[in-house]
């Protein structure tokens, strides 16, 4: 099983980035996908949830607006849209996958390994 999460990079304030993971050795279609971020010193949070079939999304308060999660099982590959970035956006974001509806960190039964997101002021 694996989870395969790319596209961090650094980007200045008001900047888009667009982050995907795709995902094998488990059947894609019947989980719902989230990305999470932890910065230095802070909790893991969930940022944005899809569910199994994209009928739902969800988003945290904080990024509600602004990042639109996306996937396309045919090709096992979640998205996370990332629009006018803010330096409190930088972090270590994860994907993760869930067969809960359920956005708890404990809930989750695959994790990728992250990749970084730096934005600058």
């Known amino acids: 099983v694996q989870l395969q999460a790319s596209g961090g990079g650094l980007v200045q304030a008001g900047d888009s980035l667009t982050l995907s993971c795709v995902g094998s050795g488990f059947t894609f279609r019947d989980y719902n996908q989230l990305w999470f971020r932890q910065a230095p010193g802070k909790e893991r949070e969930s940022v944005a949830i899809?569910?199994?079939?994209?009928?739902?999304?969800d988003y945290s308060d904080s990024v509600q607006g602004r990042f639109t999660i996306s996937k396309t099982n045919a090709i096992n590959t979640v998205w996370l849209q990332m629009d006018n970035l803010k330096p409190e956006d930088a972090g270590v974001y994860y994907c993760a996958a869930t067969g809960k509806a359920s956005r708890a960190i404990e809930d989750m039964h695959y994790w990728g390994r992250g990749t970084q997101v730096t934005v600058s002021s």
């Open positions: 899809i569910n199994w079939d994209t009928s739902a999304r």
